[in-house]
């Protein structure tokens, strides 16, 4: 925990850019029947039945101090699908950086072993010489800002019946492009020294 706080608390370097990731499950869902809209005097409504179109997954990954994030829709959250986003990152949206300093939980594949499942020995080394990695304690996910975003996304884009991954990409598309164009940025304000009280029961107690 006082590691993750400590990289949140340093200032911002554009060379080293704060880049928090982090995934969620989307259950697909479509209409049996056509839902009908709003009518003057009468409020939208669906039918409480739905045809179940299996699920998908969301990677989301955020710069805090710039306003910026990414959404991956993939079929599944494997060390695959991780490589090849932390491959992008990397070279694509953050090409200049020295290194970005990546926030993430402890799920097995959130390390750098996942990409050497995805590429040649030299490849992943490269992109792996280009993370700084810190990992949330284990049940402090919630440490993680990219849990942020994703509170956002299901509020604002995931709170409805999606009926397949075309549909789900396009919706998630179109939330980060307007989240980007606002350029709306996290303010953290759970610094180490508020931790160190607030938290002090996870703490070991010293002997006098």
Not at 38 to 47: F, L, M, S, T, Y
Not at 104 to 121: E, G, I, M, Q, R
Not at 135 to 154: D, F, I, K, Q, R
């Amino acid at each position: 925990m006082e590691d993750v706080l400590e990289v949140y608390a340093r200032p911002v370097d554009p060379a080293r850019p704060l880049i928090c990731f982090d995934e969620t499950g989307k259950d697909l869902k479509a209409h049996m029947r056509p839902p009908q809209p709003a009518a003057p005097g009468r409020a939208a409504r669906q039918d409480s039945e739905y045809a179940r179109n299996g699920s998908a997954n969301i990677f989301l990954a955020c710069a805090p101090h710039r306003g910026w994030r990414l959404a991956a829709v993939t079929a599944r959250r494997t060390s695959i699908d991780v490589a090849h986003l932390l491959r992008e990152m990397v070279d694509v949206h953050f090409s200049e950086a020295e290194r970005l300093v990546l926030v993430t939980d402890n799920l097995n594949v959130h390390a750098a072993s996942s990409l050497y499942h995805a590429f040649p020995p030299a490849e992943a080394r490269r992109i792996a010489a280009r993370l700084e990695w810190h990992y949330t304690p284990t049940h402090g996910s919630w440490l993680n800002m990219a849990e942020l975003e994703l509170s956002v996304l299901a509020r604002q884009c995931l709170d409805r019946r999606l009926p397949d991954v075309t549909t789900l990409a396009t919706e998630v598309a179109a939330w980060v492009e307007a989240r980007n164009t606002a350029r709306t940025p996290i303010t953290w304000r759970f610094t180490l020294e508020v931790a160190r009280v607030r938290l002090a029961h996870v703490y070991p107690v010293l002997e006098p």
